[in-house]
């Protein structure tokens, strides 16, 4: 007599997800503050009955630095925007009834571009990174009762790409019309390795609804931190997230 099926472990079909969050960003060794603002981010799953599964998830966010004029009245505002795509491929274990672990592993493309507004007293540029490297997760997830579960996500990403520096600075300070002359100097590249680390969680209630399956809004908290040559970026704030299976 062949063995009975085992059972389903996770959540086998097409999983679509998207969410939104309110990010604040620090910067290292500098004396601006950044503002709160949205962030997005989506993914494609396709997972077998056995727990194998293919991912596709893609991050987007956008924020301000503002200058703490108290110690510093020529800082710059600064426009930081941070994009990545992530294609994983892993495996789904189930330990218990009640606990769920995923282990993936796969390529990650990134994005940092810090674009000052204006320009002050000071030479001063546009700085921007993009590159590709591996990405590791691990993702856990603790069932409560049959509409509630708890969640966890670390995630750790090495980028390897180029680094672009721009220089700009004041040519005799000519004034026309109020407006300021500025003439750009020079640029600087540089091969450059990025370090992402990621964590999150938070607090998962469950739903169906017809031919959907697994429906669930998340509520939790996230942080990451972008950590370059010269640039080290934190974010931290709070996340919603809806998905679904088909």
Same mark, same amino acid.
């Given at each position: 007599?062949?063995?009975? +099926? @085992?059972?389903? !472990?996770?959540? +086998?079909?097409?999983?679509?997800?998207?969410? @939104?969050?309110?990010?604040?960003?620090?910067?290292?060794?500098?004396?601006?503050?950044?503002?709160?603002?949205?962030? /997005?981010?989506?993914?494609?799953?396709?997972?077998?009955?056995?727990?194998?599964?293919?991912?596709?998830?893609?991050?987007?966010?956008?924020?301000?630095?503002?200058?703490?004029?108290?110690?510093?009245?020529?800082?710059?505002?600064?426009?930081?925007?941070?994009?990545?795509?992530?294609?994983?491929?892993?495996?789904?274990? !189930? +330990?218990?009834? =009640?606990? =769920?672990?995923?282990?993936?592993?796969?390529?990650?493309?990134?994005?940092?571009?810090?674009?000052?507004?204006?320009?002050?007293?000071?030479?001063?540029?546009?700085?921007?990174?993009?590159?590709?490297? +591996?990405? /590791?997760?691990?993702?856990?997830?603790?069932?409560?009762?049959?509409?509630?579960?708890?969640?966890?996500?670390?995630?750790?990403?090495?980028?390897?790409?180029?680094?672009?520096?721009?220089?700009?600075? /004041?040519?005799?300070?000519?004034?026309? @019309?109020?407006?300021?002359?500025?003439?750009? =100097?020079?640029?600087?590249?540089?091969?450059?390795?990025?370090?992402? =680390?990621?964590?999150?969680?938070?607090?998962?209630?469950?739903?169906?609804?017809?031919?959907?399956?697994?429906?669930?809004?998340?509520?939790?908290?996230?942080?990451?931190?972008?950590?370059?040559?010269?640039?080290?970026?934190?974010?931290?704030?709070?996340?919603?997230?809806?998905?679904?299976?088909?």
């Amino acid at each position: 007599m062949p063995p009975p +099926p @085992a059972p389903e !472990c996770g959540t +086998p079909g097409w999983t679509l997800t998207a969410a @939104a969050l309110y990010l604040k960003s620090y910067v290292a060794d500098s004396d601006t503050e950044g503002n709160w603002d949205w962030g /997005f981010r989506g993914s494609l799953e396709y997972e077998r009955p056995d727990g194998l599964f293919a991912r596709v998830a893609g991050f987007w966010w956008r924020g301000d630095q503002e200058p703490d004029n108290s110690k510093d009245d020529f800082d710059l505002d600064t426009e930081v925007t941070i994009y990545d795509i992530d294609f994983l491929v892993g495996d789904t274990f !189930c +330990p218990t009834e =009640s606990t =769920s672990l995923e282990l993936s592993a796969g390529l990650r493309y990134g994005k940092v571009k810090a674009d000052p507004d204006d320009y002050d007293d000071f030479d001063s540029g546009e700085y921007k990174f993009d590159g590709w490297g +591996p990405t /590791f997760q691990l993702r856990g997830r603790r069932t409560l009762t049959d509409r509630i579960a708890l969640y966890a996500d670390l995630q750790q990403s090495f980028l390897f790409g180029e680094a672009e520096e721009d220089f700009a600075a /004041f040519d005799d300070r000519v004034e026309l @019309a109020e407006q300021k002359i500025i003439r750009r =100097s020079s640029s600087r590249e540089s091969d450059t390795m990025a370090s992402i =680390s990621e964590i999150r969680g938070g607090i998962e209630f469950l739903w169906n609804w017809n031919a959907i399956r697994n429906a669930y809004l998340r509520l939790g908290a996230e942080g990451q931190y972008w950590w370059l040559d010269d640039v080290e970026v934190g974010l931290v704030g709070a996340t919603a997230e809806v998905g679904f299976t088909f």
